[in-house]
């Protein structure tokens, strides 16, 4: 009876639980976070105040108990995909709450509680017709995102990687109610001059003025932008890879493709879903033009979830892979945010580095080049966007000329050209005569990861810790730190909530 009980509960519980979380609308602070995450463990709570329970009243059995604890965990796996995939984040979450109304009527049925089964029978129903209520008319869903109200979407479907939105005009993918990628319109069978300048001439186009007609690797290619700049600059063999199947079938080759003028079936484009990193892996061929513009951005950064997640496309291991699927005139290239003092985008030259002395390069920093796009308060405080080009060989001078011509037609700044001395973090890491010195001093996280450690976006320094729990404590948050602040925010969270728990201890 007491199983049953609890099972019952936890139900309702999943169900406000869910409720309370997808109703806050605030800017994601530390107060705010601890107010959504308190919620959210109590159904996790009593979860395991069932397991416990039924292993106390089995203990002779516990053997059988814990197999049968093993299958259950194991048959939640397999339908979490297909249900996320059916019926969406929320509508997942509900369909465990039918779960445990079910098993509660299972444990009252052991009991011989005729009331107690009737009654979870009873929620059981109650909550299927609440999942087929809310797939329709979205009573508990997403609505808010970030301290905004989501109202712009024309389209909303999930999977198991994110979810995904489109924009009323369809001029925007929106990953996870944040993180977008613009989806890109252009007639290449007659494309006017304004719309080829538009696309090679800013940072991200850059290698295909250096590498006219090249061959073309796209990492992430979203909606189509750095396909589109592969095609201005002439390229014929373009292979674009996206992991999320709804970005690449549903909506660029489906309900997109009009918008899109039929970009994914061009002839010259090869659209692959598939994980970019295993997709080189897995490839044999040979690429003058790698590219990855902002992959994995701001999706979630809210509840710093890519603080402290591992992200495989950046780290030393995977750049040397690149590298070693480039042809010999062949470029890599990323672009980030371009922050103040610059962080991504200046850990992207420490991979770099790293990489290129692991495939025996002795002079690193003559590969290397960095250009910036707009202002510092562009984004809304996230930045310019850095490129960061590298090249298999060494830059020549009449590349390092070529580039700093273009980028000043483009109204570019260069923040690093082999030879040049630019007095910036970026000068100063590639010349430093121990960088390892250079990068301890720095006051944020920019040594190089590896597949061992592959924290890429965790950028702060041990040490300030106590700086970030101080101000989050205070509810304080500088505006020179705002996004830093917001994509590690999960690490002082979670050492404020450790010593909240530890307290109550």
């Not at 369809?170 to 993180?179: E, P, R, T």
């Not at 990492?219 to 600059?233: K, N, Q, T």
């Not at 000043?408 to 700044?413: D, I, N, P, S």
Request: aromatic share 10%; with cysteine; proline share 5%.
């Amino acid at each position: 009876m007491k199983l049953g009980t609890i099972s019952a509960l936890n139900a309702v519980v999943v169900v406000f639980s869910l409720a309370a979380s997808l109703s806050v609308r605030e800017t994601a602070g530390f107060w705010t976070l601890a107010a959504v995450y308190f919620p959210s463990t109590l159904p996790f709570f009593l979860a395991g105040v069932v397991v416990s329970t039924a292993i106390a009243e089995a203990i002779e059995r516990v053997g059988r108990v814990y197999f049968f604890d093993l299958v259950g965990a194991g048959a939640g796996c397999l339908l979490l995909v297909p249900l996320l995939n059916a019926f969406g984040g929320p509508n997942t979450v509900l369909a465990a709450a039918v779960f445990y109304a079910a098993a509660a009527a299972l444990w009252y049925s052991r009991a011989g509680e005729v009331a107690g089964r009737a009654v979870s029978v009873a929620l059981a129903l109650a909550l299927l017709v609440l999942l087929g209520y809310n797939a329709r008319f979205r009573l508990i869903d997403v609505k808010y995102a970030k301290g905004k109200e989501l109202t712009n979407e024309s389209f909303v479907k999930w999977n198991s990687y994110s979810r995904v939105a489109v924009t009323a005009d369809q001029s925007l993918i929106v990953i996870d109610a944040d993180a977008s990628t613009g989806v890109a319109s252009f007639d290449f069978d007659h494309l006017s001059a304004a719309d080829r300048r538009r696309l090679l001439y800013e940072g991200p186009g850059l290698p295909y003025l250096l590498r006219p007609g090249a061959k073309t690797l796209i990492l992430g290619a979203g909606g189509g932008w750095d396909v589109a700049r592969a095609l201005a600059g002439g390229s014929r063999d373009v292979t674009a890879v996206e992991i999320n199947p709804i970005i690449a079938e549903t909506l660029m080759r489906g309900r997109l493709r009009e918008y899109s003028r039929g970009l994914y079936f061009r002839p010259e484009v090869r659209l692959e879903v598939a994980e970019g990193r295993s997709f080189v892996k897995r490839s044999r061929e040979k690429y003058q033009v790698i590219q990855a513009t902002l992959v994995d951005t701001w999706a979630s950064t809210a509840a710093g979830a890519y603080a402290l997640t591992e992200n495989y496309l950046y780290t030393t291991n995977a750049f040397a892979d690149y590298l070693n699927h480039l042809s010999d005139d062949g470029l890599l290239v990323f672009t980030r945010w371009g922050l103040e003092p610059p962080r991504e985008s200046l850990r992207l030259l420490s991979l770099a580095r790293a990489a290129l002395q692991k495939l025996g390069e002795g002079e690193p920093w003559k590969h290397i080049a960095v250009v910036r796009q707009g202002r510092l308060s562009d984004a809304g405080g996230w930045g310019a966007l850095d490129t960061v080009l590298i090249a298999r060989k060494p830059f020549t001078e009449g590349e390092i000329a070529r580039l700093r011509e273009l980028a000043g037609e483009a109204g570019m700044a260069p923040l690093y050209l082999p030879g040049e001395a630019i007095p910036n973090p970026f000068t100063a890491l590639m010349t430093s005569p121990d960088p390892a010195a250079f990068e301890n001093r720095y006051p944020y996280n920019i040594r190089a990861v590896s597949d061992d450690r592959p924290f890429f976006f965790y950028s702060v320094q041990s040490g300030d810790i106590r700086r970030y729990l101080r101000y989050f404590l205070r509810g304080e948050q500088p505006d020179s730190s705002r996004a830093d602040f917001q994509v590690n925010l999960s690490v002082p969270v979670m050492l404020g909530l450790l010593a909240v728990s530890v307290a109550a201890v």
